[in-house]
Each structure stands twice: as C-alpha cells, then as structure tokens.
C-alpha cells in the first residue's frame, strides 16, 4: 500500500513538472505576454519532492547508493557487515537530517519565509520535502538492519552477479 502511495505521488509530482515545463516552453515561443514568473519555482519544488519521496523505496529495495561492484568482490562475511555498518550509518545521517530538517521547516513557519515570485508560495512546503522523505527512510533503514542482522539470507541478501548487472 505504502508502495503504491510513494509511486503514485512520485510519478503525480513528476507529470506536473513535466507539464509546468512544457507549458513554459510553448507559452515563452508563441504567448510571452501570459508567462508566468512562478512555473519554474513550481517545477523545482514538485522535483524535489519527488526526490525526497523515493529515497525509501530504493533503501527498502536495497538500490540505494552503495558500491555494487566491490561488495560482489568480498566474501560473504565480508558483505555483510559492511551491509550492516553501511544500513548503520545510513540510518544515523537519515535521523540527522529528518531533526535538522524539521527545524528548518520550523524556523522557516515562524520567518513566514515565501517564494520570490508573484505566487508567495509557503517556503515551509518545499522545505517539508526533506524531513518527510528522511522520516519515511528511517523505517526502511531499520527494516533492512532487522533483516541483516536476524534473518539473514545468503543467497537472496548478498550482491550477486544479478546486482551487478542490474544496476548497469
């Protein structure tokens, strides 16, 4: 369910960046005179949104960034604990970032900080993206940790072949 949400919002703030996008580009050419001066603050903040929003996914499907190649040269051992060491880290800069950014958006409610063009659009939104698609990472952090550590499953955990090639 929480799949289908992530994926569905993502892809929902990506058409609207794209559309803003194209919109800006055949209005620039043929109607100038309605150009807006709020379509590319708009495309930027649905952007990254849609950023933030898919880090969990890639931590809870293990495509998150790491180095593929050289762990498919370790022994299994091996792999393993720089899994959990590299899951480790990556959960405590997740929590760093979700406490710090939460008092970003915080400082930025009492500022009543707004977008520079004629929309005034609430700078607090965009900086929402941030706390939000690190919160939603934590659980997928600690999920993957669980599973390294006490379920542990050789043949489905290590980085095959199969990763390698994948994520070519």
């Known amino acids: 369910m929480l799949k289908k949400l992530e994926n569905g919002l993502m892809a929902i ?11 800006e580009v055949v209005v620039r050419y043929f ?78 409610i009492s500022l009543g900080e707004r977008g520079e063009s004629s929309a005034h659009f609430p700078l607090f939104l965009y900086y929402m993206a941030l706390p939000v698609g690190m919160t939603l990472m934590i659980p997928a952090f600690v999920w993957r940790l669980y599973l390294m550590i006490f379920r542990f499953d050789p043949a489905t955990m290590l980085v095959s072949e199969e990763h390698v090639l994948r994520d070519k």
């Not at 930027?44 to 950023?51: D, L």
Request: charged share 10%; hydrophobic share 55%; glycine share 6%.
């Open 31 to 108: 109607m100038p005179q309605y150009l807006t001066d709020y379509g590319l603050e708009f495309t930027i903040y649905f952007t990254v949104w849609a950023i933030f929003l898919g880090g969990a996914p890639l931590v809870r499907e293990s495509r998150h960034v790491r180095a593929d190649i050289l762990l498919h040269l370790l022994p299994p051992r091996a792999q393993r604990g720089i899994e959990i060491l590299s899951l480790l880290v990556g959960l405590i800069f997740t929590c760093v970032l979700t406490y710090y950014g939460w008092l970003m958006v915080q400082n930025s």
């Open 13 to 23: 703030l990506v058409v609207l960046a794209l559309f803003l996008i194209c919109k």
